[in-house]
């Protein structure tokens, strides 16, 4: 069973930056496609940004391109989401996903049959 687990979730103020963390286990990271989504209270889960298991190809939501970065480390087995300028919007449940046997990747939740627990991020003064 692919196990993903996340962390790097915490309080930061308007501007500030986090990196998150998904941690995987119990299968080869390269062969999954990795998608990071995000939920806040009283929305729908959306997802954020993903990266490929083929090429490392990688598709951002439009509200975070240029602020969110996602990238792979196949020898640790880890995913990141390096997240810069942040705003109150972007105050949520992140979560980690994983999508084997798929050729790239998409950002809604289809696809994706492994879930980690989620790490909250709150932006706040």
């Known amino acids: 069973q692919f196990k993903l687990v996340e962390s790097g979730g915490g309080l930061v103020q308007p501007g500030g930056s986090l990196r998150l963390s998904c941690a995987t286990s119990?299968?080869?990271?390269?062969?999954?496609?990795i998608g990071w989504f995000r939920q806040a209270p009283g929305k729908e889960r959306e997802g954020v940004a993903c990266?490929?298991?083929?090429?490392?190809?990688?598709w951002y939501h439009d509200s975070v391109k240029g602020r969110f970065t996602v990238g792979r480390d196949n020898t640790t087995n880890t995913v990141y989401l390096q997240m810069n300028s942040l705003n109150p919007e972007d105050a949520a449940t992140y979560y980690c996903?994983?999508?084997?046997?798929?050729?790239?990747?998409?950002?809604?939740?289809?696809?994706?049959?492994?879930w980690g627990q989620g790490t909250e991020v709150t932006v706040s003064t």
């Open positions: 119990g299968s080869t990271l390269n062969d999954y496609a």
């Open positions: 990266i490929s298991s083929s090429d490392n190809s990688t």
């Open positions: 996903a994983a999508a084997g046997l798929f050729v790239g990747c998409v950002l809604y939740v289809g696809p994706y049959d492994s």
